[in-house]
T-cell receptor, first 115, second 114 residues
């Protein structure tokens, strides 16, 4: 079991460029999450998906779009990257079908720098 | 929203017990409290979860008073390998079409010295 995998591990973009962060889990989990982590700010939820085909905004969704392609995969897209989106991005999954009380399993993160 | 507040940092020595407190004054009836540990360049990993009173597992204890407005993570006899950032999470179970609330604290950097 690989758990939660994320690609790429590192990425440097120029302002205005677009990119998609990929996330996949092999635990047959229902819920998947995208967070960003900035120094002194902890983890902030960007988007959440309770099941295939459903997504919900979190605390900081502006500038991002997501796709729950199937039960395994949840991607995060930056259409026009800005320096304020420089951060470490974590994907997570849980068995939960409703709400946020089940254990979340996190990927290793993607470190993104926008110049 | 049940926002959480934690100390930014704590120091301890090997073999001591460490208690990290998280405040969540606006916690709701269906909110649970979960603690995660994060090492550098890794994603957070689950430590313990509770709703009220005391919960204990093989690595930690979690104390939640009756009013549930705070919670305390207790790490017995810490070692150097416990140096990490510890996050308090308040998350609720959704009802029907409501997906529930989720809020991570800003984390507490615990440094254990020899």
């Amino acid at each position: 079991n690989a758990g939660v995998t994320q690609t790429p591990k590192f990425q440097v973009l120029k302002t205005g460029q677009s990119m998609t962060l990929q996330c996949a889990q092999d635990m047959n989990h229902n819920s998947m999450y995208w967070y960003r982590q900035d120094p002194g700010m902890g983890l902030r939820l960007i988007y959440y998906s309770a099941s295939e085909g459903t997504t919900d905004k979190g605390e900081v969704p502006n500038g991002y779009n997501v796709s729950r392609l199937n039960k395994r995969e949840f991607s995060l897209r930056l259409e026009s990257a800005a320096p304020s989106q420089t951060s470490v991005y974590f994907c997570a999954s849980s068995a939960s079908t409703s709400g946020h009380t089940d254990t979340q399993y996190f990927g290793p993160g993607t470190r993104l720098t926008v110049l | 929203l049940a926002k959480t507040t934690q100390p930014i940092s704590m120091d301890s020595y090997e073999g001591q017990e460490v208690n990290i407190t998280c405040s969540h004054n606006n916690i709701a009836t269906n909110d649970y409290i979960t603690w995660y540990q994060q090492f550098p360049s890794q994603g957070p990993r689950f430590i313990i979860q509770g709703y009220k009173t005391k919960v204990t597992n093989e690595v930690a204890s979690l104390f939640i008073p009756a009013d549930r407005k705070s919670s305390t993570l207790s790490l017995p006899r810490v070692s150097l390998s416990d140096t990490a950032v510890y996050y308090c999470l308040v998350g609720s179970r959704g009802r029907g079409s409501t997906l529930g609330r989720l809020y991570f604290g800003r984390g507490t950097q615990l440094t254990v010295w020899p």
